[in-house]
């Protein structure tokens, strides 16, 4: 449940970040001219599009130089560290969800099994065994005579 509350967060945070960048390209693209001016859309191919990584930088330094008294900047960082946090806990609750999960009751293993007390690599075939609490050596431990038909050497 935790897992679901930190990206809910981590979401938010995404969205407000993309909102806070979003208006201070358009602030920026008030004082640019039409031929110099980033789109936001989405949908925009263009490779002045503002939300490209490259782009981005000249739009923080325009801003910086535009609005000098804005807290824009301040709070584009806000929701960056809001961004990290969250995607970390998020990635750390996961883990701890999967590594605390109980282990199935049965466990499968495959292993080698001489065949006809033979030695040698070629009279080797692999075995399914189920283990139930025992060893793995003793006959209950199969299931069965199920063989898988694979010799070592083929």
Known sequence: MGVLLYFAIFYSACMAEWMVWTRMARQVNRLLPTSEQFPTSRWAFSPR???APTNQFKIWKLHRQFYPESNLRLLMLATLALMVLFFGLTVFADRQAVSHRPLPQSTILLRARPINGGDDHDSRQ????????????SPKARIGSTLIARRAGT
């Open 49 to 51: 599009y503002a939300h």
């Open 126 to 137: 692999f075995w399914l065994s189920v283990k139930r609490g025992g060893d793995y050596s």
